[in-house]
């Protein structure tokens, strides 16, 4: 398996490379993102209810 560094090349990797093993690292990098993702529509959500 290739080796792939930085956020681009893990991208490319867990998108084209038919096999793909996260680090620990990646992974709660990964957790913390979607966490905040999902703050983040949590209250553009709660905006635009208040919108209407």
Known sequence: MAQH???IGTRHASDYDD???ASKEE???QIL????FLILVEK???EQIEIL
């Open 19 to 21: 096999f793909y093993i």
């Open 44 to 46: 553009y959500c709660l």
């Open 27 to 29: 992974s709660e990098q």
């Open 33 to 36: 993102t979607a966490e905040e």
């Open 5 to 7: 560094n930085g956020e």
